[in-house]
């Protein structure tokens, strides 16, 4: 089962910063927190992960609140291309199908014009 | 750069009919290797993971079984396929021993039985 819980979907203005949430009450010490991304009929995308600092790329932002129970995914500048389900996932560092990455149902964003 | 190749793009198998998908990885050796599903309109499931040739271990009950004649080759095959296989096939492979990366997705295999 997945760890995480997060809202089914969101909408966002093109151009503004799109901040998708993820609750992870449960998490250990020693899990990971990941962001991959789903645009329609393609597969997964990886976009970020972090374990207890804030993290930052080229195509977002993971923010860790200090007691790690929850994280949001900030894209900066959301443009149409980035419509796709969000999923976070927690996934430990461990051997064997505990540290198998495990897809929960995501956060469809839709970034309308 | 390592890269993920998945076929075919699309498929329409019969009821009954035998099924193969092949998945490789270029630019890397001793990946882990998976095989996803997505039903329609649902979530990504795992079915079956590899972290060496002939290692296989399968996370759901089903019809399908899964093979790794190579290092870098990922086989997922059923005998007779359901209606309720249907669905896009997503391989993917993750770096062995290095458990903070994630996984590279291939571009998928959309199957339709009929």
């Known amino acids: 089962d997945a760890k995480t819980t997060q809202p089914p979907s969101m909408d966002c203005a093109e151009g503004r910063a799109a901040n998708l949430p993820c609750n992870h009450s449960?998490?250990?010490?020693?899990?990971?927190v990941y962001w991959y991304r789903q645009i329609h009929s393609q597969g997964p995308q990886y976009i970020i992960h972090?374990?207890?600092n804030n993290e930052t790329n080229e195509m977002a932002s993971l923010i860790i609140t200090e007691d790690r129970k929850s994280s949001t995914l900030i894209l900066p500048h959301a443009t149409l291309r980035d419509t796709a389900v969000y999923y976070c996932?927690?996934?430990?560092?461990?051997?064997?199908?505990?540290?198998?990455?495990?897809f929960g149902k995501g956060t469809k964003l839709s970034v309308k014009p | 750069s390592q890269t993920i190749h998945q076929w075919p793009a699309t498929l329409v198998q019969p009821v009954g009919s035998p099924l193969s998908l092949e998945c490789t990885v270029e630019?890397?050796?001793?990946?882990?290797l998976y095989w996803y599903r997505q039903a329609a309109g649902r979530g990504l499931q795992l079915l079956f993971y590899s972290v060496g040739i002939g290692q296989i271990s399968s996370e759901v009950p089903q019809n399908l079984s899964a093979s790794r004649p190579q290092d870098r080759q990922f086989i997922l095959s059923s005998k007779k396929l359901l209606l309720s296989d249907s669905g896009f096939y997503l391989c993917?492979?993750?770096?062995?021993?290095?458990?903070?990366?994630?996984?590279?997705f291939g571009s998928g295999t959309r199957l339709t039985v009929v």
């Open positions: 630019g890397t050796s001793n990946p882990n």
């Open positions: 993917a492979w993750s770096w062995r021993g290095r458990l903070a990366y994630g996984y590279t």
């Open positions: 449960t998490i250990s010490g020693n899990e990971y």
């Open positions: 972090g374990l207890k």
């Open positions: 996932i927690v996934r430990g560092n461990y051997g064997g199908s505990q540290g198998n990455l495990i």
